[in-house]
């Protein structure tokens, strides 16, 4: 096996000649930058490995009849899967907006290590005196929402005990009105009773002194 099977020819050299061949997005800051040579590096590790050898292996046949038009066909497939992986990888990184992401925490770093006389935060090894300050925040906003609906809760019940008094005093007039309304038909029977009580005995004195 000759060294010259086992060496890749970069797909950098068909992109000259062919434009269908992609590439990373241009990018600020440092952090982007390293992320995009790490990217490129572990493609080309990647494709270091789809060795001409194991084409060699694979198709024996076409490579005693042609070897040239196998070897085309080995640096085709390492073009195209260049070229999608790449698409792929620049199309992640725009829908995720991970650039822009990388380039506002590059200046938080700076903006920080920029700051003299300044001790960094550093864990206490406490989880929870490491995150009383965030959860502080929290309890905060719990409190807010909760002393939202308490209120909400009081006014609601404020309103409520004014519909029922008012509710009550209706309840109360009204039992008024019939109470007198009550009484006054009673009166009322009671007066027609002694009426019809003397018209009675008027009637039967009169039968009496008929007979």
Not at 61 to 70: P, V
Not at 150 to 174: F, G, M
Request: hydrophobic fraction near 30%; proline fraction near 2%; aromatic fraction near 6%.
């Amino acid at each position: 096996m000759s060294v010259a099977d086992n060496t890749i020819q970069h797909p950098n050299e068909n992109c000259s000649k062919d434009h269908t061949c992609s590439s990373m997005n241009v990018v600020e800051g440092r952090l982007g930058n390293y992320y995009q040579k790490a990217v490129e590096r572990t493609l080309q590790k990647f494709l270091s490995h789809i060795k001409f050898s194991v084409f060699k292996t694979k198709f024996p046949e076409i490579y005693k009849e042609n070897h040239n038009h196998l070897r085309g066909i080995h640096q085709q497939l390492l073009s195209q899967l260049k070229d999608n992986i790449t698409k792929d990888v620049d199309l992640l990184c725009n829908e995720t907006k991970l650039y822009p992401s990388l380039k506002l925490l590059d200046d938080i770093i700076k903006k920080h290590s920029n700051r003299s006389g300044e001790d960094s935060w550093r864990p206490s090894g406490n989880p929870e005196d490491d995150t009383r300050d965030h959860i502080y925040h929290l309890k905060q906003k719990q409190k807010k929402c909760l002393e939202f609906v308490l209120e909400t809760i009081l006014a609601e019940n404020a309103l409520l005990e004014k519909t029922v008094n008012q509710n009550h005093a209706n309840i109360l007039t009204l039992k008024k009105e019939v109470d007198i309304l009550n009484e006054e038909i009673i009166n009322e029977i009671e007066i027609l009773n002694n009426d019809s009580i003397v018209t009675l005995n008027k009637d039967i004195h009169a039968l009496a002194k008929m007979q």
